[in-house]
């Protein structure tokens, strides 16, 4: 993910200093300044959240529940682990923003049948076909033209908001913080296993919603570059990237995982 300008680094020696009264003595005062000076990382996380989002979603909301994350994040970030702050961070705003996110219950009831329909023609089409439905499969799948499914998978768009928490990089490194201390070690098993599972199906998604894939999560692209790359449109993208979450979700579904 590309960072932001105007990212704060945790390098400056106040900050050090800040760091070291807030782990050793647990001093409020320097708790409030870590949280002030990392704030611009919520406005951050919650632009690239909203980007995907109908216009109407207040982005003033989404950085209102971001900050909860980067509370959770400065009070159990633990320096001496050799992290960086901002890879411990921000899964955690994003997580809060979506968090509230799903408060608000904000997709339509017809949008999450679509994706629904979708998934589940995947999943049907991918087992009979032993590859990767395309897209005029799908639409005949469900009784609808291409073109009409296109606009399903434009609807669908808003709702695949963070969808691909396990998704790694190239090299096998993933994007979600580290197991906390609190987790036991059957949860650690299992994330491990939920993560290998998920490299090993963007592997074997098509070409071109690998490609996005990559592009999305590992670059860090918008969609709008990630089109202008491709020579498609920022909605086509959208599309694609609808269609590659719902062939993940409908794998590691059958899968047996989250």
């Known amino acids: 993910m590309p ?8 390098d400056t020696p106040a900050i050090h200093r800040a760091w070291a009264r807030w782990t050793s003595e647990r001093d409020s005062a320097a708790r409030d300044q870590l949280i002030v000076h990392y704030s611009p990382l919520v406005k951050f996380v919650a632009g690239r959240v909203a980007a995907g989002l109908p216009a109407g979603v207040d982005t003033g909301e989404l950085i209102g529940t971001g900050i909860f994350g980067l509370m959770d994040a400065v009070d159990r970030f633990e320096p001496d682990r050799g992290f960086k702050f901002e ?15 799903r408060a ?3 997709v339509p009831r017809t949008v999450r049948q679509r994706s629904r329909q979708i998934e589940q023609a995947i999943a049907i089409l991918g087992n009979e076909l032993k590859r990767a439905p395309e897209d005029v499969e799908i639409a005949a799948h469900l009784g609808i033209d291409e073109e009409e499914l296109q606009k399903w998978l434009s609807a669908v768009a808003v709702a695949n908001v963070g969808p691909l928490d396990h998704v790694v990089t190239g090299d096998g490194e993933s994007r979600q913080l580290p197991a906390s201390p609190e987790q036991g070690p ?10 290998s599972a998920m490299r090993a199906q963007v592997r074997e998604l098509p070409d071109r919603e690998r490609t996005v894939v990559a592009l999305y999560y590992d670059e860090g692209m918008t969609l709008s570059e990630i089109g202008e790359v491709l020579g498609v449109t920022e909605s086509r993208v959208s599309q694609i990237h609808s269609k590659a979450v719902l062939m993940l979700r409908s794998r590691l579904t059958a899968a047996g995982l989250p």
């Open 87 to 101: 890879t411990f961070a921000v899964p955690r705003i994003k997580g809060a923003i979506l968090d509230g996110l």
């Open 3 to 10: 960072e932001p300008d105007d990212k704060p680094s945790r």
């Open 104 to 106: 608000i219950d904000w």
């Open 186 to 195: 059957d949860s650690v098993l299992e994330d491990r296993e939920v993560r």
